[in-house]
């Protein structure tokens, strides 16, 4: 079955960075779309960014757009989330998820959390 690990957070200051990890088993990961989610205390979880099976393509949330950068590795089964310029908006647990526009599995790892303060 499709299993999810997600690893790299931490706590940054505002204008720091991370890079986020997300460790893909269970499927053929050379042939799916990733993306990542976050979940804010309190909020919806929100669609983050995302990139197509072979990396051609990409998308970004308007909040992140410039700051963040989603890139995969085939060979690894992996998939990463360069974050830079962090802002205290950005602190939430961070997920992993197959699809483009929708989370293909109602299957959420532990995710990692992102803590932005100063």
């Known amino acids: 079955q499709v299993h999810l690990v997600e690893s790299g957070g931490g706590l940054v200051q505002p204008g720091g960075s991370l890079r986020l990890t997300c460790a893909a088993s269970?499927?053929?990961?050379?042939?799916?779309?990733m993306s990542w989610y976050r979940q804010a205390p309190g909020k919806e979880r929100e669609l983050v960014a995302a990139?197509?099976?072979?990396?051609?393509?990409?998308k970004y949330a308007d909040s992140v757009k410039g700051r963040f950068t989603i890139s995969r590795d085939n060979a690894k089964n992996t998939v990463y989330l360069q974050m830079n310029s962090l802002k205290p908006e950005d602190t939430a647990v961070y997920y992993c998820?197959?699809?483009?526009?929708?989370?293909?599995?109602?299957?959420w790892g532990q995710g990692t959390q992102v803590t932005v303060s100063s």
């Open positions: 269970g499927f053929t990961f050379n042939i799916y779309a």
């Open positions: 998820n197959v699809g483009w526009a929708s989370p293909l599995y109602h299957y």
């Open positions: 990139i197509n099976s072979y990396g051609g393509s990409t």
